[in-house]
């Protein structure tokens, strides 16, 4: 996977409400991918903050997808299918109804690769 695509998971996302005591819920998102054998980059701090735990899908020639949203104690299912999605498309679009619906609705932003044909 890690040669096709690229996921990276900001470690410093807390959800809304939640406690500032607690574990983080990215680093949380972060070990449950690890624990799922999932490879991936950890970064702190993707800037997304008022979106929850936010990722990122990313890889050479493709579509670059940031997240939010993700819940690690509701969505990492949803998340894999994603991942496994995502891997699997060549360009990194995943047609929007096979996308998780958590996925569909907490698309932050989606980038054009460089190579990609500019529309006028």
Request: aromatic share 4%; charged share 25%.
């Amino acid at each position: 996977m890690r040669d096709v695509m690229e996921l990276v998971v900001c470690t410093t996302c807390r959800l809304p409400g939640a406690d500032p005591a607690a574990p983080r819920d990215g680093a949380r998102l972060s070990a449950a991918l690890a624990a799922a054998g999932i490879p991936h980059r950890r970064q702190e701090c993707l800037s997304a903050c008022d979106n929850g735990c936010a990722v990122v899908f990313r890889g050479p020639g493709r579509w670059t997808y940031v997240q939010g949203a993700l819940d690690p104690d509701r969505h990492l299912p949803d998340l894999l299918e994603m991942i496994r999605a995502y891997a699997a498309a060549p360009d990194g679009v995943v047609p929007w109804r096979q996308r998780p619906e958590v996925i569909r609705k907490n698309t932050i932003v989606r980038i054009p690769p460089p190579e990609a044909p500019h529309v006028a």
